[in-house]
Structure formats: structure tokens, C-alpha cells
């Protein structure tokens, strides 16, 4: 468990759900709570958060666990202004509903300008003074970006988290030094690079050494960071290997092992160093 800014902890390893498609997406969140996973990570744009929470539901349902064991997260496809922001989360409570609140909802990436990043934090703030969101935080902040929130006069809670790419070649402590500073922690997207690098052959050695998959070591790696850490499977026998990750350590000699090259997994997608 981390403790966020908000008072609420949140369990450092989650599912992520982008790409897993509409009709699946009730089973492979159902599974993976199955197997223990307490951290399911959605958004509006993967459109599949109706789906997500039916599938939590139903694990409600059948008397498997509470929905206080739960973190459910969701974010706001585009900051376009408060009353956009009011409204886009009214839906997604509306798709979640049964739910009875989500645990926390961030903002997607800062692709606006200022003033539109602003506004949509205030209706944040203000959602979570209404109680029916518990956290709010930011995805694809850079620290300008961060900065920004500071400076604003109108400031009442500073983001629980800010969720951005991360994995052993791209480690951004630039962002996470700033971050952790503030007290915002740190959730790392595509822990597995998407796929791209998990036969890298640095990797391969690794993971040989303490007989353990390329995506285990990627994920204790970043877990090991003291990351929050999303990764994403359809299948349930990987969602199980992503979850074995527990009662084992890299050393400390192992983890500086990777070279820090800026390996961006999402191609013409890193809006952390968007000036707009
Ligand atoms: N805020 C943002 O802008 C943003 C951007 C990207 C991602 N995210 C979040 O982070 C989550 C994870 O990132 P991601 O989905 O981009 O990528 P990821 O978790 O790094 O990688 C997922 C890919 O790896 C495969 N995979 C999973 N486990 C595996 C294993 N043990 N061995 C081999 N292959 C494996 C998956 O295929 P199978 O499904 O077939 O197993 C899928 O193709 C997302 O679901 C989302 O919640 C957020
Ligand atoms: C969403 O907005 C509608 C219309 O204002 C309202 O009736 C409904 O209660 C809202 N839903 C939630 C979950 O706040």
C-alpha cells in the first residue's frame, strides 16, 4: 500500500485496462481480482469503464470481497474547462454506477492550454469536496505543468498522483524528484514497455539470474522505485505471472543495472514535455 496526499492508500500494483476491448473487460477485471489484484486502473478514453465496474460488481456480488478493498480509477479523456469536467465525470459515475464513488479520477494529459488545465483542476477540486471522488490527480504532467497548479491562487489540493510512463530506461527522476518532493506520488505506466523491449537482452540476463520472466523483473524493478505500478494483461495466466511479484527483491546493484536512454514506448505519445 501507498499513502496518498488525500489520507486514502492505494495498492501499488494495479490493472490497467487500456485496449482491453468493451466485451472483455468484466471477465478480465473479475479475473484479476480473482487472482488478488485490489486496483483496477480505466479511463473515458479506453471506453470500457461500465464494463469495469460491472466486473468488480459482480465480484461484490457473488460475496468474493467489499468494494472498500477496491481502488477504482478513472480519468478525463481532455481538460476542456469546468463545466466540461463536471459533466465528463458525472458520466463516468453514471457508467460506474453501483460503485457508490470512485476512488480516484485524474486528468488524462495536459493537451490544452493553461487556462483550460486550471479550470478542469478546480471542478476536480470541487467534485472532491462533494465527496463522490475520494482522490484527484494528474496523468502526463511535467513539472511546468505541476508548476502551474502551484502558482494558481485558487490551489485547495494538490494532485495525489501523477501518472506518467516509466520503465528501466525511462526512469524521468527529474518528474518523480519533483513530484515526491510535493508529496504527489508516482503511478508508472507500461511498466512493460507495451511489449516492445521484454526480450531485450540485457533483460533476458536478469531475469535468468533470479529465475523469474522479463515482465516480473519489470514490474519489481519499478514497484522497487516505490512506483505505484499499472500493468496490463487480457490473459489471466499473465495477469497471475504480473502478480507473483511479491515475496522476492532485486538487489540494489541490479536495479541501477538498466541504462537510463529515454526509451519511450509510446512513439509520438509523451505529452509530459508539452509546452502548450
Ligand atoms: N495515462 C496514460 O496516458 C496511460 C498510457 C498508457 C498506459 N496507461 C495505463 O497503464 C496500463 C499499462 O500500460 P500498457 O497497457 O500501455 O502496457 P504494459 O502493461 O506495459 O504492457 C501491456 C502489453 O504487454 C503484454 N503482456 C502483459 N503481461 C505480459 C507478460 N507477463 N508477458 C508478456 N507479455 C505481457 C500485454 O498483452 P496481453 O494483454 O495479451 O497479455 C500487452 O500487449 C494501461 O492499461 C493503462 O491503465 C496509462
Ligand atoms: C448526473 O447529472 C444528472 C443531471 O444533473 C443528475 O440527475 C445525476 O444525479 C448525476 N449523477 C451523479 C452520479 O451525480
Known amino acids: 500500500m501507498v499513502k496518498l496526499n488525500s489520507g486514502y492508500d492505494i495498492p501499488a500494483l494495479g490493472l490497467g485496462v487500456y485496449l482491453v476491448p468493451q466485451?472483455?473487460?468484466?471477465?478480465?477485471?473479475?479475473?484479476?481480482?480473482?487472482?488478488?489484484?485490489?486496483?483496477i486502473d480505466t479511463a473515458q478514453v479506453y471506453k470500457n469503464e461500465h464494463e469495469s465496474a460491472q466486473g468488480l460488481l459482480k465480484w461484490i456480488n457473488e460475496g468474493l470481497g467489499k468494494r472498500s478493498e477496491v481502488f477504482f480509477t478513472t480519468k478525463v479523456g481532455s481538460p476542456e474547462g469546468y463545466d466540461h469536467v463536471v459533466q465528463v465525470v458525472n458520466e463516468s459515475l453514471e457508467k460506474t454506477k453501483g460503485l457508490e464513488y470512485l476512488d480516484l479520477v485524474l486528468i488524462h494529459s495536459p493537451l490544452t492550454d493553461k487556462e483550460k488545465r486550471i479550470a478542469s483542476w478546480k471542478a476536480l477540486q470541487d467534485l472532491k469536496d462533494k465527496g463522490l471522488i475520494r482522490s484527484i490527480g494528474v496523468s502526463n504532467y511535467g513539472n511546468h505543468h505541476i508548476k502551474e497548479l502551484e502558482e494558481?491562487?485558487?490551489?485547495?489540493?494538490?494532485?495525489?498522483?501523477?501518472?506518467?510512463?516509466?520503465?528501466?530506461?525511462?526512469?524521468?527522476?527529474?518528474?518523480?524528484?519533483?513530484?515526491l518532493n510535493l508529496g504527489i506520488q508516482i503511478e508508472a505506466y507500461s511498466p512493460l514497455t507495451?511489449?516492445?523491449?521484454?526480450?531485450?537482452?540485457?533483460?533476458?540476463?536478469?531475469?535468468?539470474?533470479?529465475?523469474?520472466?522479463?515482465a516480473q523483473i519489470l514490474i519489481k524493478w519499478s514497484l522497487q522505485q516505490g512506483n505505484i505500478v499499472l500493468v496490463k494483461s487480457n490473459s489471466e495466466a499473465r495477469q497471475l505471472e504480473n502478480f507473483e511479484v511479491q515475496d522476492w527483491e532485486l538487489s540494489k546493484e541490479d536495479l541501477d543495472f538498466f541504462a537510463d536512454e529515454y526509451y519511450?514506448?509510446?512513439?509520438?505519445?509523451?505529452?509530459?514535455?508539452?509546452?502548450?
Do not use: C, F, M
Not at 26 to 36: D, E, R
Not at 154 to 176: F, M, S
Not at 195 to 202: A, I, N, S, T, V
Not at 264 to 276: E, F, L, M
Open 152 to 179: 494558481w491562487d485558487g490551489l485547495k489540493y494538490l494532485p495525489a498522483v501523477n501518472q506518467i510512463e516509466i520503465n528501466p530506461w525511462l526512469r524521468r527522476e527529474d518528474i518523480t524528484k519533483y513530484d
Open 264 to 276: 519511450v514506448s509510446h512513439k509520438a505519445w509523451d505529452p509530459v514535455t508539452y509546452q502548450g
Open 23 to 39: 466485451e472483455d473487460a468484466a471477465t478480465v477485471v473479475y479475473n484479476a481480482l480473482k487472482i488478488g489484484y485490489r486496483h
Open 194 to 214: 507495451r511489449g516492445y523491449r521484454l526480450k531485450d537482452p540485457e533483460l533476458a540476463k536478469i531475469a535468468k539470474k533470479y529465475n523469474k520472466s522479463p
